[in-house]
């Protein structure tokens, strides 16, 4: 018989148990004593027109013996349905299923609980051979059998639809760290396996037990226990409280770029048209400056111009904290970031990377923007590549024919008909940068209150979607969104016309020559 069947008689058999005992405590134990020995015995019936008086006839005798191991006489009982009834004694090997349902649910429990089911139901000890073999007080042992029973009950009347619907996640670090991927891999690859990943969503927003992840995850507790346990020493979990969970970084969903897009243009609307104005401004001054352009249109320098002004009143005006990032198990200084964003909803950041050359000669950086609409991304340059692509642009070619090469190949470079080689990166002196941010000075100072009074404003509501307890990690995450609020204002621009949407295929890159 399929062992579903007793399932569907769960509410029924509490019932009863209610009826029969003087607590809802006592009808739990009773009920779950029940369950079990249904479960353990349905093997042996083979007939199943004669199930429901069999399984009254296993209720009436569990239940003297309940009444029996309570060690009271309960004048209230009454017993109005067979308590003799005979059931075939021949097992059927087919049943391994109502076995192995039974042994999913009692794994799914953690181990304080499940050794505890073992001894009692499968290994037949008392409480007080329990207690000697465990080396705690029976008293535990009676308290514990009981939460079992509790706990097993509920399992059997709820299902979480998690389960079947497990998480993909994204997982990066942030921060500094000498890793190359192979000899020295990125610290989030172990953390990065299936079981991981859901352990850490499912505990993201509020603490979690291990029970409550093993039902969450579908997997038994003591997978979860082994993978809780790399959490902790891999610092992407902390223990909140005695057995209760919470990962220990910030996880990107939808719920974030929901709230940017219902909020930010919104909170810039008072400002956004003298945004847009200084924005011009600051291009058509700057159009003037005789720095390298890369041939790039005044439209697309645009995009870089912007870039550029609101990362200088960033570090200028700014004063949203930024927390250092402390040193983790290996001794380097990171953090991890996940991400479970399906892409349908735009969240308020611009990425950058930026390459300073310290390896090599160190004379030009080259910083790379990405996250505006119609812009493409490009990563930043290796070392070599940024000294090839400075001497070309200085003094008009490159010795270095190999890194020349590969700068070609990435596309940093063009090689023209005339044999002549064309770097395709705007660049600035350190002196023309200087004359670029005097200009930015010029229109963007007085709108600096303002502006400082609605990004503070927005970012603090933002900060409220976040779990408390990782409010450094979002101090860094957020303190971003005061020049990334820029892509709210880009976005207004090109849906009203403002901006000429950018060329095809069209970078926001910089060279500074110190």
Known sequence: MDAAIIETYIEKIYGYAINHTYSREEADDLSQEILFTAVRELPKL???????????????????????????????????IPEDMAYEEDY????????????????????????????????????????????????TVTWRLSEARRKLKKECTEMKETALRPIKMRIDIYGSGEYDGKMMPFPSKYINDALSQNILYYSYEKPATIEEL???????????????NNLLEREAVIEVSKGRYQTDFIIWSDKYGIFCEENAEKALMPIMDKLICAIKAVAKEAAEIDFYKAEKKESDLLYLYGMLAFEHISRSYCTLPFPEI?????GYRWN???????????????????????GSRGTCSHTTYYGMNGISFRKMMF???????????????????????????????????????????????????????????????????????????????????????LSDDVDRMCQNIFSALYVNVVDYAQKNGYFEMPSKNCYCDVMIRQ
Request: charged share 30%.
């Open 326 to 330: 402390k040193q983790k198990y290996d």
């Open 92 to 139: 059927y090997d087919g049943q391994e299923a109502i076995y192995e349902a039974l042994r999913t649910k009692i794994a799914m429990l953690s181990s304080i609980y499940r050794d505890i089911i073992v001894l009692y139901y499968y290994d037949s000890l008392s409480t007080k051979q329990i207690s000697e073999r465990l080396n705690i007080p029976e008293g």
């Open 214 to 228: 093993a039902r969450l995850c579908g997997v038994p507790a003591y997978y979860i226990e082994d993978r809780i």
């Open 336 to 358: 991890y970031i996940g991400s479970t964003e399906t892409g349908k909803h735009k969240r308020t950041k611009l990425g950058s990377q930026i390459s300073a050359n310290r």
């Open 46 to 80: 083979n007939d199943e027109n004669k199930f429901e008086p069999w399984l009254w006839g296993i209720a009436g005798n569990v239940t003297k013996s309940f009444r029996r191991k309570m060690g009271k006489q309960r004048a209230m009982y009454s017993y109005d």
């Open 383 to 469: 070392d070599n590549y940024i000294n090839a692509c400075e001497d070309i642009i200085f003094n008009g070619k490159s010795e270095d024919i190999h890194s020349v090469a590969n700068a070609i190949k990435d596309g940093y470079i063009i090689k023209k008909e005339d044999g002549s080689f064309f770097v395709t990166v705007p660049c600035f002196t350190a002196k023309q940068k200087q004359s670029f941010n005097a200009i930015v000075e010029k229109h963007f100072a007085k709108l600096m209150p303002e502006y400082t009074k609605i990004a503070e404003d927005f970012i603090s509501d933002y900060k409220k979607l976040f779990p408390k307890h």
